[in-house]
């Protein structure tokens, strides 16, 4: 894997939001983040530390207040079209079957029925939902919605997929299946996406699926702490990784300490 193209970033990006109380609550403070060219990067951080802001800036959906944001060197500053999110709720439309969902994105760009069908049949495949293509999404089990989830943000090709706590609302074995699937799908060059970059509270989640875990830490409204995972995925396990996980989860535990102190 090459790491050396910058494919996402964000340079100095601040954003204060106006809160429920009328005050002003500052969430980034010129933060920067580089993704790199087949980079899976996770984003931990205290939660309302900025995270979630950081990633919806990435897709365009939020303007930074100052600083820029840049997918291989275009400004974003709409929702971008070459951008898929994937949330924890799995945002699915309730009114249309799993193949409508996932089909949504291809027929907003007014693509003929036949080439959506060819586009879609080997992804159905890959996420596992070959014979679910008429089920509605209530019908479904969250580990299957959130494979409609990933189908759809998956459909368009994105150049890069953003992951906000895709796992949190499942219980750990549906989380792990899925985790497993989204590497394999990932590592297979079946799909074109460049990088993919993911938000959770899960240090072991994060270690056990990066290249990278950053830390956003709430006091510098920054990203602070880096840690480059080398170990090949296929090696790691919770008990090799432990350590890793260990220091990670410390560091985080110590950001939370010196931000509540602070507040
Ligand atoms: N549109 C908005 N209007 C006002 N305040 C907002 C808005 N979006 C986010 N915030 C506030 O900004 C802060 C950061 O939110 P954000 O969702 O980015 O944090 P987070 O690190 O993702 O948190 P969590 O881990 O709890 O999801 C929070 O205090 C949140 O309430």
């Known amino acids: 894997m090459t790491h050396q193209q910058v494919v996402l970033s964000a340079k100095q990006v601040s954003k204060t939001f106006i809160g429920e109380n009328k005050l002003p609550k500052e969430v980034l403070r010129s933060a920067s983040l580089s993704v790199y060219q087949g980079e899976f990067v996770t984003i931990l951080g205290q939660s309302g530390s ?3 802001t950081l990633l919806r800036m990435f897709a365009g959906l939020i303007t930074p207040d100052s600083g820029m944001i840049y997918l291989e060197g275009n400004l974003i500053e709409d929702p ?18 799993v193949y409508d969902n996932i089909a949504f994105g291809l027929l907003a760009q007014d693509l003929p029925p036949a080439l959506i069908a060819k586009k879609l049949e080997g992804l159905l ?39 906000d706590e895709p796992f949190s609302a499942l219980d750990i074995f549906t989380a792990h299946k899925l985790q497993a699937d989204l590497m394999r799908i990932w590592t297979s060059g079946k799909i074109n996406t460049k990088a993919i970059v993911m938000v959770t509270h899960d240090v072991e989640e994060a270690v056990m699926m990066s290249d990278r875990v950053v830390i956003m830490d709430a006091s ?9 995972i080398n170990k090949p995925r296929e090696q790691r396990n919770k008990h090799n990784m432990a350590a890793i996980i260990d220091e990670i989860g410390g560091r985080l ?11």
């Open 220 to 228: 510098s409204r920054q990203i602070g702490d880096e840690f480059v």
């Open 50 to 52: 900025g995270k979630s």
């Open 80 to 97: 971008a079209a070459n951008v898929s999110m994937v949330f924890q709720s799995y945002a699915l439309y309730p009114w249309l079957t």
């Open 125 to 163: 495949t890959l996420v596992g939902l070959k014979g679910y293509e008429k089920a509605w999404p209530r019908e479904l089990s969250g580990g299957m919605r959130q494979r409609v989830g990933f189908a759809r943000a998956l459909a368009v090709e994105p150049k890069v997929l953003l992951l």
């Open 253 to 263: 535990y110590d950001k939370i300490a010196i931000s509540q102190q602070a507040s």
